[in-house]
DNA sequence: GTGGTCTAGACCACG
DNA sequence: GTGGTCTAGACCACC
């Protein structure tokens, strides 16, 4: 996996696991990677696994069994969505319109942009 | 003026600057305030301004003449506006689409809610 | 390591590391010292490293991996090599031959010198 | 006049007046412009002016008549060019074999280099 | 351990 | 007066 240079790696590893449950791959209730084994699959040093372990079992998305691993939860899906969409509408687009507004952008080019990008990406 | 306490402080006042000159409240070719005048006024370390402008002359927004001061770029305004957009079509909007798609969120939705929070904020 | 007192140590620094990578001292994707004790080695504050760093990353020579150190670029010594032509094509030569101009010094002269010199300083 | 903006403009000054004095222009003996007078001309604060001619009187290319003005010494066109002969073959010419030797240029390509750009300058 | 940022204070060259 | 550089020392996030 490539890493940018700008954000922290382990936030970097916490969205790509979002991403994973989000899209099913991680299922509900799943065992996953142990830190060890992620560490080398990501090259990464394994004290990053850890701090990105430890933010998602904070954020409720994995549970902790002492002695055995990590799992995701069993509603972990659902609260990853739910996570994602709030911060999306109260960080996100605050800042996307704040930003279109000192651009002098409006929704319409926005939605034209969007829409060429959109399909170029499918 | 508040700085948050994530973002580096150097980089907020050139976003700052950025917003000035942006909203035409320094005009372009125009001589701005010395690298003292502002610390004091922005609560700040000289040094941490003297970062601010170094950067912003490298961006070609200002321009620099010894022993008199810091000047706008006579295409400050121009400069700035194109540096934003690209900023923003390369890197947030790429970024906003990916989100969109995690999320199963539809341009139609995003439009809707854009419209709501854009007239809330007048 | 001794600096002259005109031109910025921290510029210095920098051209002081170009040569050391355009001799091969130090190899393409290598690691460098870290801050500190290039600071400790050169008798300066890890600040006036920092900056040479900084600027060197710039330039493309390095790069940065976080937590981990810097390290030369893959390209470090070629790049270093374009650049220093570029500078001296596009700026010490018209320079040299404004100077031979303004003393009446021709070619052959200048030829006659560099070969004395040349030899001196092998 | 055009002032680069690394090189301190006093010093620039300097050079212009040498290359005045080398070509003639300004003849030995003869009295050049009020301080003020310059600095109208070249659109500079007066005390920069000082500088550079204060600089050219301990050259001994000016002397100062107190109360008149300043003039060119009787030897100047001598002196200046003795002086930047000296200043070529002491300083710039070793700094051009060092920067030479580092880029790996012969002597023959600096020629080839030369001959084609000082045909172009002409 | 690594680099990144910030403050405080000083000195210097320059205009 | 202006900006440019440097030191000293501190705190922080990150790996």
Redesign the pocket.
């Given at each position: 996996m490539q890493f940018n240079t700008t954000e922290?790696?382990?936030?970097q590893i916490v969205s790509h696991i979002h991403h994973l449950i989000l899209t099913g791959r991680w299922g509900d209730g799943e065992r996953v990677p142990s830190v060890r084994d992620l560490a080398v699959e990501l090259e990464?040093?394994p004290?990053?696994v850890v701090?990105s372990y430890t933010l998602l079992q904070e954020q409720g998305v994995f549970e902790n069994q002492r002695g055995i691993g990590y799992f995701t939860a069993k509603d972990a899906g659902k609260r990853v969505k739910s996570m994602r969409r709030q911060a999306f509408f109260e960080e996100e687009l605050p800042a996307l319109i704040k930003t279109m507004k000192s651009l002098d952008l409006s929704v319409e080019e926005l939605v034209e942009h969007l829409g060429a990008m959109h399909e170029t990406n499918i």
């Open positions: 922290p790696i382990y936030l990464v040093n004290n990053t701090r």
